[in-house]
């Protein structure tokens, strides 16, 4: 009779717990609510170095005949977004950031990653790397083709160096010191993983979509892969949606990807395009053409709230 109550006392508790679950899983969908939401009369502006559209063949010819470059595309004082060159052979010496994670996207060329706690790994066109705060890294440009990656961090991150490297100079106003850090690196979770490579997980699985990459708490990444040929059919009158607080910015990882700009005409931007939208501007984007077509959709805001075009009764 004891065994008999407690079974039925253990299948209570395991239809209660699922029940809970059930509960919690549903009451954490979205809701729509239709709401009064401020937005900007005039259409937000840009600030330098902020522009709309940067195409990568304007910013390779800036740059032409030079070894080694780098242009900072965008710093919005939350985010920077930089275009980095490295010939072959070039080294990036040990380093580390004391309180933000730094991550870029290979667009040409191949490079050795070297990070604290991980096995050393080459990154090549369409790689991601993730590089969490206090955690030790170096990078080398292997081959016979100069690298070029698309690096994101936190707006004015500072770096640090082991005492076995000489710094480079240091940032006007400042001189380096030695101090210790108590740290603590390498330190990965189920958003933020070390390596991939778009290119390669689609070869693995037709149906892949991408997925979040970067997240913390001063910014998100999510890829986002698919083909025009699975939308549905264009609509021009779609706005898309805006941000209340946060801008966003997009790396065109493959392919090619339409944006639709409040007050601007649609244009399609192609691999290695860097694209930017402030705050409080409606922004619809979509995959074109008949390739394969990837985003890396950037914000300073983790699970940026969508404000959309209220639903018709």
Known sequence: MRARTSSSARIAIVLLCETTALAQTQAQRPVPTQVWAPKPIAIPGYTPPQQPWVKLTDVRARHQGERDWRELLVDDGRLSGEYVSAAPGSKMAKRLHPDTREWFAVVEGEIRVDI???EPFVAKRGSLVNIPRQTIYSLETIGDRPSLRFVVNVAKAKTLY?????????????????VTVNRLGGQYDQFNTPHLNIHDAAAKDEKYAGGRFVRDDKSEMLVLYGHEKNLPPLDPADKGHFHAESAEFWLVFAGQIRYSFEGQEPFVASEGDVVYVPAGTWHATRYFGPAPACRLSITEYVGNTLLLEPRRR
Do not use: D, F, K, L
Not at 162 to 178: K, L, Q
């Open 116 to 118: 604290e706690g991980q």
């Open 162 to 178: 082991p005492v076995e490297v000489e710094p480079p100079t240091a940032p006007s106003g400042m001189r380096w010191i030695e």
